[in-house]
């Protein structure tokens, strides 16, 4: 079936690089997408990156896609407290069903 | 531009009530999508409605229902609540469908509570 999963939880220093972890089931998933979500919002796309793409680099943001093991991965350079919130991964699912297939999103702290 | 807006921001009901919450999608977006996003369940997918019609719906009971108007607004009805459906309801639009390139801009959600 389809399915996409995250780590839960990732802590990192101020400064430093951040990298999130996804991978998915369904390798007729065309699109991969990153959100984030801030506590009492909704979610925000971040970078999104197409099946037949291997990277993709948004300013701060790097997405690296291996299509072979069927993970994703999210790093995100010089972190800043701002950047504390919950990551989603997602992917489409196979056919036109207007579905996006998400992970249960990753926690992602940043200390100071 | 304005995003995607839902209202109510928050809505509180008893056990066998209804709920109503709405959404409007981003100004020549046609496609709206219904997200449940509970505690401990992730973001499930509910409905996608395209032109005015239901495209799709995930699995949910059928007293899970809505419709999408002709200016592309829709609503979200839950029939006969119960206590499992508080959750927060997560509205996203496209401006086509998703398979052809298109990207989900969601809303702020309408977190409902059922007592």
């Known amino acids: 079936g389809e399915d996409v999963e995250q780590s839960l939880f990732l802590s990192v220093r101020e400064g430093d690089s951040s990298v999130i972890n996804c991978t998915y089931t369904?390798?007729?998933?065309?699109?991969l997408y990153w959100y984030k979500q801030e506590p009492g919002a909704g979610l925000q796309l971040l970078t999104y990156?197409?099946?037949?793409?291997d990277m993709k680099q948004d300013q701060r943001l790097t997405v690296l896609l291996n299509k072979k093991d069927k993970h994703l991965s999210l790093r995100i350079a010089d972190t800043q407290t701002g950047d504390s919130a919950i990551y989603f991964c997602?992917?489409?699912?196979?056919?036109?069903?207007?579905?996006?297939?998400f992970g249960q999103g990753t926690t992602l702290q940043v200390k100071p | 531009e304005a995003g995607v807006t839902q209202s109510p921001t928050h809505l509180i009901k008893t056990r066998g009530q209804q709920a109503t919450l709405r959404c409007s999608p981003i100004?020549?977006?046609?496609?709206v999508y219904w997200y449940q996003q509970a505690l401990g369940l992730g973001l499930q997918f509910l409905l996608w409605y395209d032109e005015g019609e239901e495209r799709n719906r995930g699995n949910f009971p059928p007293r899970f229902s809505g419709r999408q108007f002709p200016n592309y607004s829709s609503e979200l009805n839950v029939n006969a609540l119960e206590l499992e459906d508080s959750a927060l309801y997560l509205c996203?639009?496209?401006?086509?469908?998703?398979?052809?390139?298109?990207?989900?801009?969601f809303g702020s959600g309408t977190q409902l509570s059922v007592l």
């Open positions: 990156i197409f099946s037949n793409m």
């Open positions: 369904d390798s007729s998933s065309t699109y």
């Open positions: 997602a992917a489409t699912g196979s056919g036109n069903t207007g579905k996006l297939i």
């Open positions: 100004s020549g977006h046609t496609s």
């Open positions: 996203a639009s496209s401006f086509q469908a998703l398979a052809a390139n298109e990207k989900l801009f």
